[in-house]
């Protein structure tokens, strides 16, 4: 296939150009031949009779002025139509060439993407603008362990605005896979606006990461802070001790299910715990033979596993705050069921439902209270499950909820939205952007306090449904590691080593894509 754009002139515009060029060479040898005949001519022929000076010199100066101007006339005319044959042959290939719809020359313009690559584009920025959000606001939580609110302001704004533009840019990319705009090119310039408010979020991050270095000083001394990461560990040591037999009275008491969400939870902040441990040695080790650049670094890696083993502990009390919080409203919630149920079959919503679809859902929600009453006097159950699919049942009725009914719709909402933040928080770097988008979505809504529950529910699920996908779909190539690597597996997958260099590392830091990865091996 020949094509579309050729470097340099087409063959034809060169034919035609060696023509022209031709044309006028014949033209200038044609005008200098007929100047250089009279003086061939003039030089020959037969010899001239002797004659007196005075007479020949009187016969032969007319005959010169007649050669003068009538011989020179003819090559001076072909001469000068050679050039107006030339100056028209240009004259017309530069008209050709203003008029020409097809370019001589490749552009230099980069290639416009195609919408999947674009969309791919949009999604890794989603995916970095998000995890430099999380991996500033880690840092930044030990900062204020160290600093006056005044010294931490800027920091605190900058993080604040780049959540603020991450937001935004969620909430475009969530349009634009509900269909909105419609329009091709809005379209597109819609994906353009997701990959701006990333960059514009890393940026702002960007900017404040020099400074934040320098209020910390960790290159010399990482003394104080490093007091606090060990204050830190050995809290969520103990912490994690009781967090193991947490978990095993919530399933002994809820059943199974209702321990779900942190299954694995405990063994993973162990694992943390154990990579924190590690760093932490290794910081005062390199502090104590002076080497500030490798203190830094092994203490910035030290506080993200301490961090992560936070997430991983809190999870387990959350939750177990939450169901006992649960158990205690449910039989509130049953009664407050109850009476919205009542005012539904006196009319209340008919308005919006028709008889027959009111009565199909009355009879749903019925159902849905012998199943939950049941439950109660049938053993260990799930408070939090039967409280959703009690505010569920309501929800469907179209009528006003009571307050209990809202109490127990925000809590549920609540426990969502938390078992999704954390799963992905401790296995960011396996989760992609749909999940993300999810429970961006689900954040959004229980913040706008939406009306109802499974605004806000239904989200959080899909986004803990699909960052569990993605970490069962995750290879990671220091999974097994042991004996110095203890410990590595974990903090790759929690997004707190980058995986760019042999030991894994650099560790994150507060920052956009440009200095998140700075502290690397020398």
């Not at 296939?1 to 034919?15: E, V």
């Not at 674009?118 to 995890?131: K, S």
């Not at 809504?445 to 806000?456: I, M, P, Q």
């Not at 690597?485 to 590392?505: Q, S």
Request: net charge neutral.
């Amino acid at each position: 296939m020949t094509p579309f754009l050729i470097r340099g002139r087409p063959r034809r515009a060169t034919a035609h150009i060696r023509v022209r060029v031709v044309h006028s060479v014949l033209g200038a040898l044609a005008g200098t031949g007929w100047l250089v005949l009279p003086l061939m001519t003039g030089g020959g022929g037969d010899p001239v009779p002797a004659a007196p000076e005075r007479t020949v010199a009187g016969a032969v100066a007319p005959r010169q002025d007649e050669m003068s101007g009538a011989d020179l006339v003819l090559p001076l005319v072909a001469v000068g139509a050679a050039g107006v044959l030339a100056g028209y042959s240009y004259l017309r290939r530069t008209r050709r060439a203003r008029t020409r719809t097809t370019p001589g020359v490749v552009s230099a313009a980069p290639p416009v993407p195609t919408v999947h690559e674009a969309e791919r584009q949009a999604r890794a920025a989603l995916v970095l603008a998000d995890d430099c959000v999380r991996g500033s606001e880690e840092e930044l939580a030990f900062v204020r362990a160290l600093f006056p609110a005044e010294a931490v302001e800027p920091f605190a704004h900058a993080l604040r605005a780049a959540e603020t533009e991450l937001a935004a840019a969620f909430a475009i990319w969530r349009r634009y896979e509900e269909g909105v705009p419609g329009d091709a090119a809005a379209r597109r310039q819609a994906l353009v606006g997701v990959v701006g408010r990333c960059a514009e979020a890393g940026r702002l991050l960007d900017a404040r990461a020099a400074e934040l270095d320098r209020l910390r000083g960790l290159e010399q001394g990482v003394g104080e802070a490093l007091e606090v990461a060990e204050a830190r560990f050995r809290e969520l040591t103990a912490r994690t001790a009781a967090a193991q037999t947490t978990a095993a009275r919530l399933q002994e008491r809820y059943g199974a299910s209702a321990g779900a969400p942190v299954t694995g939870y405990v063994e993973q902040a162990k694992d943390r715990l154990v990579f924190a441990t590690g760093r932490l040695n290794e910081a005062r080790q390199a502090a104590d033979a002076g080497d500030g650049a490798r203190a830094a670094r092994q203490l910035r890696a030290a506080e993200g596993g301490v961090t992560q083993a936070g997430v991983l502990v809190g999870g387990v009390e959350g939750l177990a705050a939450r169901l006992r919080e649960a158990a205690g409203l449910v039989p509130a919630a049953l009664t407050g069921a109850e009476a919205d149920i009542a005012e539904a079959r006196k009319g209340g919503g008919a308005g919006r439902l028709a008889d027959g679809e009111r009565h199909a859902r009355l009879a749903h929600a019925d159902a849905v209270l012998s199943a939950v009453r049941a439950e109660l006097t049938g053993g260990a159950y799930d408070p939090l499950d039967a409280l959703r699919r009690v505010t569920r049942a309501v929800e469907r009725l179209e009528v006003g909820r009571s307050g209990v009914m809202d109490a127990a719709a925000g809590l549920v909402a609540r426990a969502a939205v938390g078992a999704a933040g954390d799963y992905v928080a401790v296995h960011r770097a396996a989760v992609g952007a749909p999940a993300r988008a999810r429970l961006a979505e689900a954040v959004r809504a229980l913040g706008a306090g939406a009306a109802r529950g499974a605004e806000v529910e239904e989200p959080a699920r899909q986004a803990r449904e699909l960052a569990e996908r993605d970490v069962r779909t995750h290879g990671n190539p220091y999974a097994g590691a042991d004996g110095h690597a203890a410990g590595v597996a974990g903090a790759v997958l929690g997004g707190i080593l980058l995986a760019e260099e042999p030991d894994a590392g650099p560790p994150v830091s507060f920052g956009g894509p440009e200095t998140r990865g700075r502290r690397r091996l020398p």
